[in-house]
C-alpha cells in the first residue's frame, strides 16, 4: 500500500477541504454523512424536491473516491430502489459529470460537463437533483424505465409515475424509522445559511464581462453517454459492506 | 522512454461504475507500480543520456540526432510520460527559473493572484479552482521566504499529491487564457466542439496532452519564452527542427527549452560553454 500514499494524501487533502465546505455550507436537499476514519466513501441522502414526483422521498446513496481523486471521478450508487432512466438496477448512477472526458475529440461525442478537476461534491450533487427530475433519455441506463418515462410524458401511460410514487412511499418509511424528516414544502426544502460573503477579491479589477458564451448553461439533452449496454449481466454487486 | 504518452490514462473510460473504480484502482495500482521506475521529475542528466536510450544500428536515426543534440545541450531531466509532460516540463522549467530570479519570482506571485482572480471572473468553479491557484502561490511564496531547500522543492514537484496539484495550476491558467481570448481562438477548434468545451475535456482535464493550441496559450499566459527542439524521424539540420513561441522572429535566448520526441516532451539544457 505504500506506494498509494503520495497519491492518496492529495485526495485526502481535497476530500477532507470539501466534506469541511459542504458542512459549513449545505446543498440543499441533501444529507452528507461520512466516517472520518475512511473519506474515501460518503453516504448521503437525497431529498426529492418538492413539486416533483420525488416530493418527500428519501434516496440514500454511496459516493466513492478514487484514490486519485480529484483528477479521476467519483462513482455515485444509489442503495434505495430507484426506477429512473439513468439508474443502474443495481443502483449505480450513471450521468456525464461522474465520466472523465472521452479520448478521442474527433469522434463526435459531444463532451458534455464531463467530469475535470474544477468539478467537486457539490456540483455533482447540483447534476444529480437536476438529472432526478429531468432524465437524459439519449442514452439511458434502464431501458425499461426510459421508455416508460416517455410514455408518462406524453400521457399515455402513468405506469412510471405509479412504480416512482411507490419508491417514494417506501422511502418515506425509512426515513421515519431513520427518525428523518424529509421536507416536503419549498421553504422547508431549501436550507438556511447565510451565504458568506464573498471576500472580493475582485474588487479593483476591470474584466469585460462579454466573453460571448454563457457559463450557466445546462444542456442535459445533448448529453451523449455511452451508458447503456454494459452492465446488464453484472447487477450481482453486494459491495456496500465497507460503510 | 522514448514514447510513453499512452501508458497512464486510466479514466478515460466511459462509465464509471463502483466495479469499474475498483478496477481502476488496481490498474492505477499496477502503473503506478510500473512508473516507480521513472520519476515525475527526473535528476538532471548529461545529455548524452538521451543518445543511450537509442540502439545505433535499429534506431541509427534517434541515435545519430541525440548525439548530434548533445553537441548543443548540455543536461536533459526526463519528464514521467503520463499526458501531464507538457504542463509539467513547464512547471518544473519555470520553478527552476524562479528559484534563481526573485524579481521574476514575486512577480509571478503576484500574476499568479491576478489570475485567480480572473479564473472565478471567467466563470470557472470558484471553491476548486481557486485552491488550486492558491495551492500554487503558496508553495512560490515558502520560495520566496527560503523555507524550502532546492532539494524540497524537487521533492515536492516529484510528489503526486503535491505536483499534481500545482500543475492543475498550469491546466487552468492554460484554459482560462483561451477562455479569456475567445474570439481570438475559437477558430482554431475542431468542429463539433465550443471552446468551452474543449478547455473542460482537454486542458482541465488531467492526463490529457497538450496540443498545439494549449502550448501556445499556456506560453502566453506565462509571459515565457519557450523553444521546443524537435527530434523525430524527419531529416533536418543539425539535429533537427527548432520552433520558438511565442514568437519566431525575436530570436532571443529562450526561458525553457523543451525537447520534443514523437508524443513527449522532456526538459533540456543548453551548453552554456559551447555558446
Known sequence: MDSRASTSSGALRALSMELKNLQSQPVEGFTIDVNEDNLFVWSVGIYGPPKTLYQGGYFKATIRFPSNYPYSPPSMKFTTKVWHPNVYENGDLCISILHAPIDDPQSGELACERWNPTQSVRTILLSVISLLNEPNTSSPANVDASVMYRKWKEDSDPEYAKIVQKQVEDSKKVAQKEGISVPETIEEYCVKWAPPQQDDVLDGIDFNDDYGYDYEEEDEEEDDDECGSDYADDDEDSGQGEN | ?275
Request: glycine fraction near 6%; charged fraction near 25%; hydrophobic fraction near 40%.
Open chain 2, 1 to 275: 522512454m522514448a514514447n510513453d504518452s499512452d501508458e497512464n490514462k486510466p479514466t478515460s473510460t466511459a462509465a464509471m461504475t463502483e466495479d469499474d473504480l475498483l478496477l481502476q484502482d488496481q490498474q492505477l495500482k499496477q502503473i503506478e507500480d510500473e512508473q516507480k521506475a521513472s520519476p515525475l521529475v527526473g535528476d538532471k542528466l548529461p545529455f548524452y543520456a538521451l543518445a543511450g536510450l537509442y540502439d545505433p544500428v535499429s534506431a541509427i536515426t534517434f541515435f545519430t540526432k541525440a548525439n548530434e543534440l548533445a553537441a548543443i545541450y548540455s543536461d536533459i531531466r526526463f519528464i514521467r510520460g503520463d499526458g501531464n509532460c507538457f504542463y509539467r516540463a513547464v512547471l518544473v522549467g519555470i520553478v527552476e527559473i524562479l528559484m534563481k530570479d526573485r524579481e521574476r519570482l514575486i512577480k509571478f506571485i503576484d500574476t499568479g493572484r491576478e489570475w485567480m482572480a480572473k479564473l472565478v471572473k471567467l466563470g470557472f468553479p470558484d471553491w476548486t479552482c481557486s485552491d488550486f491557484c492558491e495551492f500554487f502561490i503558496e508553495f512560490l511564496e515558502k520560495i520566496r521566504d527560503g523555507k524550502y531547500t532546492e532539494a524540497e522543492v524537487f521533492q515536492n514537484l516529484n510528489d503526486d499529491g503535491t505536483a499534481n496539484y500545482l500543475l492543475m495550476y498550469f491546466r487552468l491558467i492554460t484554459s482560462g487564457f483561451l477562455k479569456d481570448n475567445c474570439e481570438e481562438y475559437a477558430p482554431f477548434i475542431a468542429e463539433g466542439m465550443t471552446l468551452q468545451q474543449y478547455c473542460e475535456t482537454e486542458i482541465e482535464a488531467m492526463w490529457k496532452e497538450a496540443d498545439h493550441l494549449s502550448i501556445m496559450a499556456l506560453v502566453r499566459a506565462t509571459g515565457i519564452r519557450l523553444r521546443i527542439q524537435y527530434m523525430d524521424r524527419s531529416e533536418a539540420p543539425n539535429g533537427g527542427y527548432q520552433h520558438d513561441l511565442p514568437d519566431e522572429a525575436d530570436n532571443v535566448t529562450p526561458d525553457i527549452t523543451l525537447l520534443y520526441r514523437p508524443g513527449h516532451y522532456d526538459l533540456i539544457y543548453r551548453n552554456l560553454v559551447a555558446q
